[in-house]
């Protein structure tokens, strides 16, 4: 993990001279661990800026949510916000680039290297502690992790810790950035899809009892949608609540709008809101994982959005989140493109 | 069960290619079963992954989009598109379970009846061994 003593000197340089509006980064958690997205508007208060493996969340969400409220202005500040970006991160930044959402100039980046590390897994912690409560989690010199309980400090190799998607991350530094702090190292990485492999060993019918039975589960509460970066609509296809109501919307044209999928939590109607999500991602879900985090189900959500960025890559040799300049992945075609399965 | 079991199929046909080969069988006179439900959209591009989804929502056993050959679009490349979208949803069907025979896409040019209608036959036999389509269908 890269120390970030110098993005935090850029960071009070950016707020003194006032180049940034403010900026988003991570600070310590309320409860230890994990660390929480901080807003930072004072340039005393960046050294409130904390860089660990506990730095889980995807704070390029809070760009989208920025745009909105700049949208909502009248005389809306232009200036940059500055945000700390680790690899996955960054690549939703260049998918939102990509799709015109947001501007460059709309955003300072300051990325951080996970060099060989990652963030870890709230799961997988517990379960290595066994009911014990972690006050912080370090990386060592062998980059191992070192947990501090109550009970003293654990010393665990990062790959029993690490989220599945770091063990499978593409590239864990920033592909894009102002400024960079650590290195630009790459993890081995043997297995870029090692998630789906179980997955993909069933037959139909064992997938369609797990796909049934874990979405089942879901209330609907969409908080996939919400944490997620890419889910950026003001209009959203799956629940009819949030259709755009101005003063001459009549009551015949509310009533007369097509509701795709109801808001009700049924297995199938479940099923088909996961899959729209899932394909709505293809091709921009830059497996930040935040769906599955924010899951109070626990609904393992990343393997439908792994999938998809599989078959993108094995189908149409499409990459996520590396370059800006390319068109989104179904909007543009190749002729060479495998039709095997047409008639 | 299996005997009086008749598959309904949803089929997007494309208003420049597809639905004209449709056409064309009709008036031709050819046969082929009446398990379908054409809905003619303007290009097999324009079919929004959700149009399936819904379908099968709504009961569909099979759906079947049907464009105009690479090449013949109309609006000229709405089929490329069509293909590389449908493409992902056919694997994310798959994925989740749902039989792979009971979506499918097909090339028909506003000329080939004779082929829609074997698209149709082939599809309509495919589906009768599976059965009715329950996995994403709504309770009613």
């Known amino acids: 993990m890269a120390k970030i003593e110098d993005l935090k000197e850029e960071a009070k340089k950016l707020l003194r001279e006032g180049k940034v509006k403010y900026i988003i980064g991570y600070g310590a958690g309320t409860n230890g661990w994990p660390a929480a997205p901080l807003f930072i508007k004072k340039p005393e208060d960046v050294d409130k800026l904390v860089w660990d493996p506990t730095c889980v969340h995807n704070l390029v969400r809070f760009l989208v949510d920025e745009k909105r409220r700049k949208s909502r202005q009248k005389q809306p500040d232009k200036r940059p916000v500055g945000i700390i970006v680790k690899g996955c991160d960054s690549r939703a930044i260049v998918v939102l680039l990509q799709e015109k959402f947001i501007d460059r100039n709309d955003v300072y980046i ?23 409560k972690a006050k912080t989690v370090q990386v060592d010199a062998q980059d191992r992790f070192v947990i501090t309980t109550e009970d003293g400090k654990v010393e665990v190799p990062a790959e029993e810790l690490l989220a599945a998607r770091c063990l499978e991350c593409k590239a864990n530094f920033p592909v ?69 109501v101005t003063a001459d919307t009549t009551a015949d044209e509310k009533a007369r709008r097509t509701r795709w999928i109801q808001r009700s939590a049924e297995s199938s109607e479940n099923l088909v809101y996961h899959l729209v999500r899932a394909i709505h991602l293809a091709g921009r ?4 994982g935040e769906c599955e985090r924010a899951c109070p189900l626990d609904i393992p959500l990343r393997l439908l959005n792994k999938k998809l960025e599989k078959e993108a890559k094995e189908l ?3 990459e996520v989140g590396f370059d800006a300049a390319l068109p989104a992945l179904v909007s543009c075609f190749r002729d060479e493109d495998p039709q095997d399965f047409i008639r | ?33 009446p398990n379908v439900v054409p809905i ?27 464009g105009c050959h690479p090449g013949d679009c109309h609006y000229i490349k709405g089929n490329y598109y069509a293909r590389r979208r449908l493409n992902l949803v056919k694997k994310l069907l798959e994925y989740v379970g749902l039989e792979p025979q009971r979506f499918r896409m097909s090339w028909v040019s506003a000329a080939e009846g004779t082929k829609y209608t074997q698209v149709i036959k082939d599809f309509v036999k495919d589906l009768k061994p599976l059965g009715p389509q329950t996995k994403l269908r709504r309770n009613p």
């Not at chain 1, 300051?110 to 014990?132: F, I, R, Y």
């Not at chain 1, 879900?285 to 930040?288: K, L, R, V």
């Not at chain 2, 591009?45 to 989804?53: A, E, H, K, M, Q």
């Open chain 1, 176 to 244: 894009i950035y102002d400024v960079l702090s650590g290195e630009k190292t790459k993890r081995p990485l043997d297995k870029p899809f090692g998630s789906l492999e179980k997955m993909e060993s069933l037959s139909a019918g064992e997938r369609w009892s797990f796909w049934r039975e874990q979405l089942d589960k879901c209330i609907r509460c969409y908080a996939c949608r919400s944490a997620c970066p890419m889910c950026y609509c003001d209009e959203c296809v799956v629940d009819s609540i949030n259709l755009a």
């Open chain 1, 110 to 132: 300051l990325g951080v290297s996970c060099e060989k590390t990652g963030v870890v897994d709230d799961a997988k912690m517990s379960k290595k502690l066994a009911g014990k």
């Open chain 2, 40 to 66: 003619q959209v303007m290009c097999s591009g324009s079919v929004s992954p959700l149009y399936v989804f819904s379908a099968f929502n709504k009961g569909a056993d099979g759906v079947l989009v049907s």
């Open chain 1, 285 to 288: 879900c830059i497996d930040c």
């Open chain 1, 316 to 318: 149409f040799g499409y």
């Open chain 2, 1 to 33: 069960m299996a005997e009086d079991y008749e598959p309904r199929i949803v089929a997007f046909l494309c208003k420049w290619c597809s639905s004209a080969g449709s056409d064309l069988a009709g008036v031709s006179r050819m046969e082929y079963p």
